[in-house]
């Protein structure tokens, strides 16, 4: 994924500023240095893929001697690098590369994100535990507690499907963790990973049920092996 976007920023597909902006304090660039950055960005986006001390001090309202010293700051954390090529004449020439920027960028990026995708899975997992004591009417016991963590870590269900195996059992009156756990294993059997599928599947299955309780009113019949739904809500 960090190549993909690497090559989306180099390709000019994905323009970071913002990033960097949201960003620049936890990679430790101050104020001064996060300028600079952007004017030599904007200086390599216009042609200029060295432009001098003096240069970029002409933009800013530092000395050329202060924009040395940030340039060479940012050098040694990393940040740039001046990198040699040659023209297609064979005359050497420097450049400036923010490549370690937008590295490092996008590493604070990903990091960033997955530390809030941590959290709201988290907080979810904890909601999940109060709309279980709260379906229940009573604080759930260690054994069921063992179980729901079984469900998030071994079995890997997202909690937005356990919640929706809760709701189908409060639907069908069966209010217990053996049922539910039955309906996550026939879920998970059957591919169900969105609340849509699960709706889906259990709105067929009451059909299916229905229709099975009318006839059953009228004459014994018996059981098609083309019957499309496992009978999983029966106990």
Not at 14 to 21: A, T
Not at 136 to 149: I, Q, V
Not at 167 to 185: P, T
């Amino acid at each position: 994924m960090k190549e993909n976007i690497l090559k989306w920023v180099q390709e000019g597909q994905i323009s970071f500023p913002s990033v960097l902006l949201t960003h620049y304090k936890q990679m430790n660039i101050n104020e001064e240095e996060l300028v600079l950055l952007l004017h030599v960005m904007a200086f390599i986006e216009k042609g200029n893929a060295f432009p001098t001390p003096t240069e970029i001090s002409a933009r800013m309202t530092v000395s050329s001697t202060k924009c040395s010293d940030l340039l060479r700051r940012l050098i040694q954390k990393g940040l740039i690098t001046i990198e040699e090529e040659y023209s297609e004449s064979g005359i050497r020439y420097e450049k400036y590369s923010i490549e370690p920027l937008w590295s490092k960028l996008i590493n604070q990026f990903l990091m960033s994100e997955n530390k809030q995708q941590t959290q709201n899975q988290e907080k979810m997992e904890m909601d999940l535990y109060t709309i279980f004591e709260q379906e229940f009417g009573r604080p759930l016991s260690p054994f069921e507690c063992e179980t729901l963590t079984l469900w998030l870590d071994d079995d890997r269900h997202e909690p937005i499907i356990i919640k929706a195996a809760l709701r189908e059992a409060v639907i069908s009156g069966k209010l217990n963790f053996r049922y539910i756990d039955r309906i996550l294993f026939e879920w998970k059997k059957n591919g169900i990973k969105t609340i849509e599928q699960a709706k889906s599947y259990g709105n067929k299955f009451r059909q299916y049920q229905n229709h099975q309780q009318k006839g059953q009113a009228g004459e014994q019949t018996t059981r098609s092996e083309a019957v499309p739904f496992y009978n999983w809500l029966e106990q």
